[in-house]
């Protein structure tokens, strides 16, 4: 039938406190929808049911049962490389 190609698109948040960089998931724990990151408000929001998290991670509202996962990260020669 041939061959495919899939292309995964992952997005993920940087979170800098000091000199440590943590990546955090953008996956939703609810039920798997894309949250954004709402500048105005500091938090990060699921569009779908109202999930918040605050830039940690952390649930702060709505159906979320866990934070956001939290992704392997290391520095080399002045990148951030996270672990997908």
């Known amino acids: 039938d ?3 190609e899939v292309v995964d ?3 993920v948040y940087l979170v800098k406190s000091g000199d440590h960089v943590r ?5 939703c724990t609810h039920l798997g929808c ?6 105005e408000t ?6 779908c049911h ?8 952390r649930v702060i509202s709505g159906p979320p049962p866990a934070p956001l996962a939290s992704m392997p990260t290391r520095i080399e020669n002045d990148q951030i490389m ?3």
């Open 42 to 47: 500091m938090q990060i929001e699921c569009p």
């Open 9 to 11: 698109r992952r997005v």
């Open 23 to 27: 990546a955090l998931d953008s996956t």
């Open 34 to 39: 894309r949250t954004k990151f709402n500048a």
């Open 2 to 4: 041939g061959a495919s």
């Open 82 to 84: 996270v672990q997908v």
């Open 50 to 57: 109202g999930g918040v998290y605050d830039p940690a991670g």
